[in-house]
């Protein structure tokens, strides 16, 4: 299994460009999981709803299943959020698991950067960012790839992970 990092700073369109590399690997038959890290709370359930109101009166964890899809939402409770290593445990059998954020994260990474957000290249201090995808032309010591083809960079993670098609 291939894990693959796409880091930067917020807004700078790392979900845009997981939506490009999902259908890039897929239409070569690789199956492809993606951990999305979020430095925020957030909520998948309505307020009312079944659910919802299971988590609410105390259930560690509540699985919704349809004809569709199912998810199982686990409520930390004040337990220490799982390490990387153990969410890749709980994920299905897949080729490529690509982990949106985990800036720190002892895995490959591309770096999405905009210079014109103002925001520091994340490269010069991160060991494990191996190239950087970005809309304009930098200064840069790691191979740079256009942000917009989805292709290409896709055939980087391959060939970095040394499985190229």
Request: proline share 7%; hydrophobic share 45%.
């Amino acid at each position: 299994m291939i894990v693959f990092g796409i880091a930067g700073w917020s807004g700078c369109g790392k979900t845009t460009l997981i939506e490009k590399l999902i259908p890039e690997f897929t239409a070569r038959g690789i199956s492809v999981s993606v951990i999305k890290h979020a430095h925020h709370g957030f909520d998948l359930d309505r307020p009312g709803k079944d659910s919802f109101r299971h988590r609410e009166a105390g259930a560690s964890q509540v699985l919704m299943l349809s004809n569709d899809r199912w998810v199982l939402m686990h409520e930390l409770r004040g337990a220490p959020e799982p390490t990387l290593e153990e969410q890749l445990r709980l994920l299905s059998p897949c080729d490529v698991v690509l982990i949106e954020g985990y800036k720190a994260a002892a895995v490959p990474k591309i770096e999405v950067h905009r210079p014109a957000h103002g925001k520091p290249p994340l490269w010069t201090d991160n060991p494990h960012v191996v190239a950087v995808a970005t809309n304009a032309g930098i200064d840069c010591p790691l191979p740079t790839l256009a942000l917009d083809d989805g292709a290409a960079i896709a055939e980087f993670i391959l060939a970095h992970s040394r499985l190229a098609t």
